[in-house]
C-alpha cells in the first residue's frame, strides 16, 4: 500500500479560514491514518504486506502561502 494523499491550500495563513485547515488536515493527515486501519488488519491477517508512506521537502522548508500543507506533512 501506498499512502500519498494530499491536498494543499494557497493563501496567507491571515486569510485562511480554519475549516480550510480542518479539511486538509482531514485528507493529508487522516485520510491516510484511515487507509492504514483498513488494510493492516489484511496484512496481519495473510502474515505480510508493505507500507509506504509519502511526505513532502515542505515538511522541512517552508512553502509561502501554503501554510496548512506544510504543517500538515510534518
Known amino acids: 500500500m501506498i499512502n500519498n494523499a494530499g491536498i494543499f491550500q494557497r493563501s496567507l495563513c491571515i486569510d485562511t ?3 480550510a485547515y480542518r479539511t486538509l488536515f482531514e485528507v493529508d493527515v487522516f485520510g491516510q491514518i484511515a487507509l492504514t486501519k483498513a488494510v493492516l488488519p489484511v496484512m496481519l491477517k495473510q502474515g505480510s504486506g508493505h507500507i509506504a508512506v509519502t511526505s513532502s521537502v515542505a515538511d522541512k522548508v517552508g512553502v509561502k502561502l501554503r501554510s496548512s500543507y506544510c504543517a500538515a506533512r510534518q
Request: net charge negative; glycine share 0%; hydrophobic share 35%.
Open 17 to 19: 479560514e480554519l475549516s
